[in-house]
């Protein structure tokens, strides 16, 4: 039975060039710094934003050619253990300033983060279920 979390070698592609291509609009043109919202403080955030974006590149690029489940999870472990770092870090330093705008965006943002980490926290969840269930060889090892 195939496994129904793992994506096909399209979506890994598809997965890399968005994460490439937000690389390159955050850090090359036209550059974080054109969003009206964004602080200063964004500076004190790229590092862990581009490590993220770096590691779902690298594992997705990983996923095309070895389509194990195992290797799979312990990928998505890294890219979401970086994720959740990166999302604790933007919760930190907060590099949003919406002026006059409405009140209630600091909070939406937040709430935001919030369901960030929750999500990167039962991914994790789910791929240490997935990892160990590999080990064990109660799923197939190799993906199509």
Known sequence: MADKTVTSRGGNVGSV??????MWGINVWPGWQVVPFLTSDMTRVLGIVNASLTAGIVANLVF???????????GNLVVLGIG???TLRLWEV??????ESWSGWPVVVRVLLVLGIVGSIIGAVVEIV??????A????RTLQ
Do not use: H
């Open 17 to 22: 060039l968005v994460n490439a291509a937000m």
């Open 137 to 140: 060889g109660l799923e197939r």
């Open 94 to 99: 907060f590099p949003f300033d919406f002026g």
């Open 84 to 86: 959740l770092a990166a």
């Open 64 to 74: 095309v050619v070895i389509r194990n489940r195992g290797v799979m999870a312990l």
């Open 130 to 135: 997935a990892l160990f269930r590999s080990l």
